[in-house]
């Protein structure tokens, strides 16, 4: 069974920096698609940034600012966050799915793997 764990939030200043883990168990991130989602307070859940077939995809609003990775040794996907800004707040998931077609790599709905989640909270 695939369980996913992440770390790393919590309380940072406009323009700072955060780095979230996320670490697998029960399966390796070989041909996985990883990805990370967010949903702040009111909102619905969104789609931040995923990696898939050794490359990054990123929403626009991230673009320039947030970097994810893999350390397959580790299983383990990062997700770099630089220039926080506060509508960068939320609750950030990881999620992993073997099957998941390109077109579907946004949609929420489509991965069969979640983390429990991490709050990252910008405020000065």
């Known amino acids: 069974q695939v369980q996913l764990v992440e770390s790393g939030g919590g309380l940072v200043q406009p323009g700072g920096s955060l780095r979230l883990s996320c670490a697998a168990s029960?399966?390796?991130?070989?041909?996985?698609?990883m990805a990370w989602f967010r949903q702040g307070p009111g909102k619905e859940r969104e789609f931040v940034a995923a990696?898939?077939?050794?490359?990054?995809y990123y929403a626009d609003d991230v673009k320039g600012r947030f970097t994810i990775s893999l350390d397959s040794a580790k299983n383990t996907a990062y997700l770099q966050m630089n220039n926080l800004r506060s509508e960068d707040t939320a609750v950030y998931y990881c999620?992993?799915?073997?099957?998941?077609?390109?077109?579907?790599?946004?949609?929420?709905?489509?991965?069969?793997?979640w983390g429990q989640g991490t709050q990252v909270t910008v405020s000065s």
């Open positions: 990696h898939r077939q050794n490359r990054p």
């Open positions: 999620a992993a799915d073997w099957s998941l077609i390109l077109s579907s790599m946004t949609q929420a709905p489509h991965y069969d793997y």
């Open positions: 029960g399966r390796t991130f070989s041909r996985a698609t």
